[in-house]
């Protein structure tokens, strides 16, 4: 007997004693690659879940950030406001003018100015409030009479969005308030 038959034949045995295989067989390769498969594919559609919910979240953090700043910008014109130019009273429009008691730089202005918000003091220029990831779909002010002894006030109704145009994500939020003068 020669050497190769002799140890092929010791390998035999040994496999017999164990009872166990030396290899996959091709069945078992199929399975096993059909679950590493389905395991890798659902690891990737978790972490596209992911990166997209948070791209959503940094939109909607955005938007929410953006229309809080116009508000408060606009809450800042009108306190200390002694008169209201723009809209004549009962009227609506996209111009908000306003004289503040006791200040230099009259009247201050807000308007919608190419899909943004911007604010004018006196004789300088307009600056832009929102940021160029944003943009302002409605601005809207209804100016308010005074009536039964209350003040009068402005109504306040602006939209702003966010896209991601890369994604395809959008967030928006709309604002509705009514802000009084004080006397």
């Known amino acids: 007997m020669t050497i190769n038959n002799h140890v ?13 295989r030396l290899a996959f067989t091709l069945i078992e390769t199929i399975v096993y690659l059909g679950l590493f498969s389905m395991i890798i594919s659902m690891s990737l559609v978790a972490l596209y879940q992911i990166l997209g919910s948070e791209n959503q979240h940094r939109n909607r953090v955005e938007v929410d950030a953006e229309a ?6 606009i809450q800042w014109a009108l306190t200390g406001a002694q008169a209201i130019n723009q809209p004549a009273v009962n009227a609506t429009g996209t111009t908000l003018s306003v004289d503040k008691f006791n200040y230099s730089q009259n009247p201050v202005v807000l308007n919608l100015d190419s899909r943004n918000v911007s604010i004018t003091k006196g004789a300088s220029s307009s600056a832009l409030l929102g940021s160029g990831r944003v943009y302002v779909n409605q601005l809207m002010f209804e100016h308010l009479p005074s009536v039964q002894g209350a003040p ?32």
């Open 152 to 183: 009068e006030g402005v109504k306040v109704t602006f939209s702003v969005v966010s896209f991601d145009i890369e994604r395809s994500i959008a967030a928006s939020t709309t604002i509705q308030d009514t802000l009084y003068l004080r006397k």
């Open 8 to 20: 092929a034949k010791k390998m035999r045995q040994v496999s017999d004693i164990r009872g166990q």
């Open 68 to 73: 809080n700043f116009m508000m408060q910008k």
